[in-house]
């Protein structure tokens, strides 16, 4: 009885000294303190309802999960796949929610943009030279010879170690062209580096543009190479060009894995200049796009490889150049095919002998099928032409099955619908070049597509 008053008399008098303390640091402080306390106290309020709107949350992520999971294994047991194809796969529960919704790679894709020049007038596939020789008209410092290569068919230009080759050629390639070419790189890797191979264009001046100076200093008025240096998990590439003797250019060392996929296949190289631009495409794969890396003076008139020299014997490298093919202009695809009417191009390949569409044909269906979205009202006929090689009949069936595949690739690949496309084929009968040269069965080799 004594304990609870004297409780009941304590809890009275601790009451009123508290009241007489927090006057006195309200006297004290002011109303900061207060603030403070009465933030302290929303904070708390707050804190509260975000936990119990965060596990509200969690719990209805957890139950969506696991009702995906179910939904999951119940396809798998039906056998029902996912839209890719594959096998519906159960979300892991146990992971966090942030890797179940944003656990997807980023991709990207860059498009096979090379079109080939509008005019072809040097081609090179070696087959009328000699094997075991240098290709006739060509100048080198060293023992590069014509080879055949069982695996590959063919005839092709066997690179030797320590040499230089210039071609044949003797035209301007303008301010714009193009240069393709295939490149096969075969190597015994032991552990060193094998030597490193260049390719690029000069412009003589006033000089022959076969000369020999230019076997050891391949520059001339101007110039540009690219070189790779063969790794045994890739490459190293970089891009030089030079004024005279000043270099112009300069791209640091890029490294690229491509290369150890592409050892011992054949690599389709391109390149085209414009004007000051200059870009180059390896299977199609954008190595180089440079707005400024070709000095404006003069013009170019000259290709060359170079190959470098290295402690390997000359049976452990294999380097080889084959079906060399350079063009002039700018090919006008809008103008040609919307205003004229006709647009006419050797820049679709095919296997010889076959109506099976080269990947390097990439650039230029795409720029049809970027015209014919853009013009929905377009119809358009493609044609197909043949050299005048083998049999005429043969021929005309050739180019039949060439101008099918191309409106077939059309349609499949590039979503164009077939009521707009007709296919046909001439043959040989409509040569535009003289079939007895190179250049003019590449020229006569061609796909036309003519509106409709």
């Not at 400024?292 to 294999?318: C, H, P, R, W």
Request: hydrophobic residues 35%; charged residues 25%.
């Amino acid at each position: 009885m004594n304990y609870k008053n004297t409780k009941s008399g304590g809890g009275i008098k601790g009451l009123i000294f508290l009241v007489f303390i927090l006057g006195a640091v309200q006297m004290s402080y002011g109303q900061g303190l207060m603030n403070k306390v009465k933030k302290k106290a929303e904070q708390s309020f707050t804190d509260k309802v975000l936990q119990k709107t965060d596990q509200a949350v969690s719990k209805g992520v957890d139950k969506a999960a696991d009702e995906a999971a179910k939904s999951a294994k119940g396809k798998e047991k039906n056998g029902q796949t996912a839209p890719n194809g594959q096998i519906a796969q159960p979300i892991d529960t146990n992971a966090p929610v942030a890797a179940i919704v944003t656990n997807k790679p980023i991709t990207y894709s860059i498009k096979y943009d090379f079109v080939p020049g509008e005019s072809v007038f040097y081609v090179n596939d070696f087959k009328d030279d000699v094997v075991g020789e240098l290709p006739i008209g060509w100048n080198s410092d060293g023992s590069s010879v014509i080879v055949e290569l069982n695996e590959l068919g063919g005839r092709w230009l066997r690179m030797a170690q320590k040499s230089t080759c210039l071609t044949d050629n003797k035209k301007s390639l303008g301010e714009n062209f193009t240069i393709e070419f295939d490149l096969v790189m075969q190597y015994d890797f032991k552990g060193w580096l094998p030597p490193s191979i260049q390719f690029g264009l000069l412009a003589s001046g006033d000089e022959a543009n076969d000369a020999n100076k230019f076997l050891s200093n391949p520059y001339g008025d101007k110039s540009f190479y690219m070189e790779i240096s063969p790794l045994a998990d890739g490459a190293n590439t970089l891009l030089e060009s030079y004024d005279g003797y000043t270099r112009y250019v300069n791209t640091p060392v890029s490294k690229s894995n491509l290369f150890k996929q592409w050892y011992g296949q054949v690599i389709h190289v391109a390149i085209q200049g414009q004007k000051e631009r200059l870009r180059i495409w390896m299977n199609g794969e954008k190595m180089y796009d440079m707005p400024k890396a070709i000095v404006s003076k003069s013009t170019f008139n000259q290709l060359f490889f170079k190959m470098g020299s290295s402690s390997y014997k000359d049976e452990q490298i294999g380097v080889y150049i084959g079906n060399i093919s350079m063009a002039t202009g700018l090919p006008d695809t809008r103008h040609k095919l919307i205003e004229e009417g006709k647009f006419s191009t050797t820049g679709i390949l095919f296997n010889s002998g076959s109506a099976y569409i080269k990947n390097e044909s990439a650039g230029v269906l795409k720029t049809i099928a970027d015209l014919l979205t853009t013009h929905p009202d377009l119809k358009i006929n493609i044609i197909g032409h043949t050299d005048a090689d083998g049999n005429v009949d043969t021929n005309q069936k050739l180019s039949e099955q060439r101008a099918l595949a191309v409106k077939e690739k059309l349609e499949k690949e590039y979503g164009v619908a077939s009521e707009r496309l007709n296919s046909s084929g001439k043959g040989q009968v409509e040569p535009v070049a003289d079939n007895k040269t190179r250049e003019g069965k590449a020229q006569n080799r061609r796909v036309e597509f003519i509106k409709l």
